[in-house]
């Protein structure tokens, strides 16, 4: 389970005992969405910093950071094999 705070840091949990299995420290704004791999021992994060930052779950390293998005990034979700991952993010427009 990983639990999201407004610090900018998301904790790994393990269940169902609850002890902290790591933190996830690095984001510059917000986190709107984590999701764990379904075949690595890692998890995305999609932030409001405008980018996508990939974690070692093992010791709370990253492991990759993607760029590219020109606001925040609101999902982040692996494709079935878990090799990929698909992110959408938020773009405003001023009238």
């Known amino acids: 389970m990983v639990i999201c705070f407004q ?6 949990w393990r269940l169902p ?13 917000g986190i709107w969405s984590v999701e764990f791999s379904p075949v690595d021992q890692c ?7 405008k980018t996508i930052k ?3 779950i ?5 492991l990759k950071t993607f760029e590219g998005h020109t606001s ?5 979700s692996f494709l079935t094999r878990g ?6 993010g938020m773009r405003f427009i001023l009238l």
């Open 7 to 12: 610090d900018r840091t998301a904790c790994v």
């Open 17 to 29: 005992d609850l002890v902290s299995v790591v933190v996830l420290k690095g984001h510059k704004r």
């Open 43 to 49: 998890v995305i994060i999609a932030s409001g910093d």
């Open 54 to 56: 990939m974690w070692a």
């Open 58 to 62: 093992a010791n709370g390293s990253c």
């Open 72 to 76: 925040s990034v609101l999902r982040a």
């Open 83 to 88: 090799t990929q991952f698909v992110s959408c």
